[in-house]
């Protein structure tokens, strides 16, 4: 089995990322991590790449509003480490069609709500989680997905559920959605990988 590599893109803290990583430190595992990539030279996630030994590369998005030469620059130092798959992981950036079509139907990310609904734009964060307690749903959950040219309405591959609980705050549901993110990624992945044919 040749393992597929792996780009991850995180602007945070990067618990998704470390998922991924441990995930991959598997000799089972169809996949390595050859990159973790942040646009913020602060983000936390470096350092789990360090703890991992994978390659970290930062390009600082601060003052940076020309979208389109920024990711410009983003694929070339990806397309260096030859990712097969990217995998965005709290990546808080819009990719423009010049990422996007780079990597078609071989990007990812995870939304922390069970799409179509509770996506789009400004849906991010704990606006996800207040706007799924003020609708009152029952239910919610993670979804891994393709990216397209939209915001969140890529094709979904995998989701995971937990259930509303009376009382839950934002965060309370937050926590307990991440805890689900954390075994959907990695799932995800692996099956994406598996059904990889080159
Ligand atoms: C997660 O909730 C993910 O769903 C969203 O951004 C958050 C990243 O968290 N896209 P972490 O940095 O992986 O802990």
Redesign the pocket.
């Known amino acids: 089995m040749t393992k597929k590599r792996v780009a991850i893109l ?10 991924l990583m441990q995930a991959m430190a598997a000799p089972d595992f169809p996949a390595r991590c050859v990159l973790v990539f942040s646009n913020k030279p602060q983000a ?2 470096l350092a789990r790449a360090l703890q991992f030994g994978v390659m970290s590369a930062v390009l600082d998005s601060n003052g940076r509003s020309d979208r389109e030469e920024y990711d410009a620059q983003v694929l070339a130092l990806l397309l260096e480490q030859k990712p097969d798959v990217v995998c ?5 950036r819009i990719l423009t069609p010049v990422l996007v079509d780079a990597f078609k139907d071989r990007l990812l ?4 709500a069970l799409l179509p609904k509770f996506g789009g734009a400004g849906m ?2 704990q606006h ?1 989680h207040q706007a799924v307690l003020e609708a009152g749903e029952k239910e919610s959950g ?1 979804t891994v997905h393709l990216v397209d040219h939209g915001v969140d309405s890529g094709r979904i591959l995998l989701q995971g559920k937990v259930a509303v609980q009376a009382g839950d705050t934002p965060q309370s549901l ?1 926590a307990r ?2 805890e689900v ?1 954390h075994w959907i990624y990695p799932q995800a992945l692996r099956e994406l990988c598996e059904g990889m044919t080159r």
């Open positions: 995180a602007s945070g803290g990067g618990s998704n990322a470390l998922a936390g996630v965005l992981a709290g990546y808080m990310n995870i939304h922390p991010y964060g996800v993670a937050a959605v991440l993110e």
